[in-house]
């Protein structure tokens, strides 16, 4: 068995920066490869990074890459999901899972993650 905890999540303005935490413990659990899911209100959950036990590859949603970071200390057993530049379209529950093989998938109860547009943000569309 495997537990995961959440924290980090808050309420932020859009362009601010946010780091959610997942703690681990139970069995091993820095031999599982972490992922980031998030879930909007009406959606699905969907995927949003995730870091490999084994070589400590990352991957990520094309929505998130070059504002988001995961990383991981496994002395601490903590995975991290480093947020930048969010914007309202990355509200969501946020998840972390714990992945191995031949064993099931673990979930956390998730963190909620709020990004409102303050007074004055300023946002630039280019094409």
Request: proline share 2%; with cysteine.
């Amino acid at each position: 068995q495997v537990q995961l905890v959440e924290s980090g999540g808050g309420l932020v303005q859009a362009g601010e920066s946010l780091r959610l935490s997942c703690a681990a413990s139970g069995r091993t659990p820095n031999r599982y490869s972490i992922g980031w899911f998030r879930q909007a209100p009406g959606k699905e959950r969907e995927f949003v990074a995730a870091i490999s036990y084994m070589d400590g590859n990352t991957g990520y949603a094309d929505s998130v890459k070059g504002r988001f970071t995961v990383s991981r200390d496994n002395s601490k057993n903590l995975v991290y999901l480093e947020m930048s530049s969010l914007n309202p379209e990355d509200t969501a529950v946020y998840y972390c899972n714990a992945a191995y093989t031949g064993d099931r998938v673990y979930w956390g109860q998730g963190t909620q993650v709020t990004v409102y547009w303050g007074q004055g943000t300023h946002f630039t569309v280019s094409s």
